[in-house]
């Protein structure tokens, strides 16, 4: 009989990156992010002209923090532990929206935190990847983490048996970012491991009340 399946995203789910992101561009690329506002392509201005940051260069410095910055990410409380937890129930795999050339080094990345794990990356909606690795693993139970709701908007569409946890790792900005769950998109939402852990263990049992 085939085991349950965890499907985590990695970014604010498993390490902080906005706090890792904001520090490094006000070192090394003079530029102010702030983490209080709702839309992101207004969050950052040059500390020395007081001009926005193009969208087109916000993502050319997101691919050059992965690229050569992934080292200052560090874990989310309790990340690491309840991971390891869930592996003792079921098969554990990433997700994340990176390009795929960053696949490796990913995964190097939480082998340095301790997670041996599988990563799959991925461009867009998280749907039809999760839907792939549906196909591959063939779980009793899956359940889905991702700090993003359209995330879980595109996975209920397309694999709607699949449990589905908004979890936002990153105090900072977890009361500003849209919530799955109100939307009706996730089945639950929460936004620490003490309280997520024991949820999605009872969802990998098939204890069910969503």
């Not at 390891?84 to 190097?108: C, I, K, M, S, Y």
């Amino acid at each position: 009989m085939s085991r349950p399946l965890v499907i985590s995203d990695c970014d604010e789910v498993l390490l902080h990156m906005l706090l890792p992101w904001r520090d490094w561009a006000a070192e090394m690329q003079g530029i102010a992010f702030s983490l209080d506002r709702q839309d992101f392509s207004k969050s950052m201005h040059y500390v020395a002209t007081g001009d926005l940051v193009s969208t087109e260069e916000t993502w050319r410095l997101l691919e050059l923090f992965f690229t050569h910055e992934m080292d200052r990410q560090y874990p989310i409380a309790g990340a690491i532990a309840a991971m390891r937890t869930l592996g003792e129930h079921a098969d554990v795999v990433v997700l994340t929206n990176l390009a795929d050339v960053h696949q490796e080094a990913r995964t190097r990345q939480l082998l340095g935190h301790g997670l041996d794990i599988r990563v799959f990356t991925n461009q867009g909606p998280k749907g039809p990847a999760l839907q792939r690795i549906l196909d591959e693993f063939q779980p009793s139970q899956a359940v889905f983490i991702d700090d993003i709701a359209q995330h879980h908007s595109s996975v209920a569409e397309l694999a709607p048996e699949v449990h589905r946890l908004h979890f936002c790792g990153e105090p900072t900005i977890a009361p500003l970012i849209r919530c799955a769950h109100q939307a009706g998109h996730a089945h639950a939402r929460i936004d620490d491991w003490s309280g997520a852990l024991p949820w999605l263990l009872a969802r990998l049992h098939g204890e069910n009340d969503d």
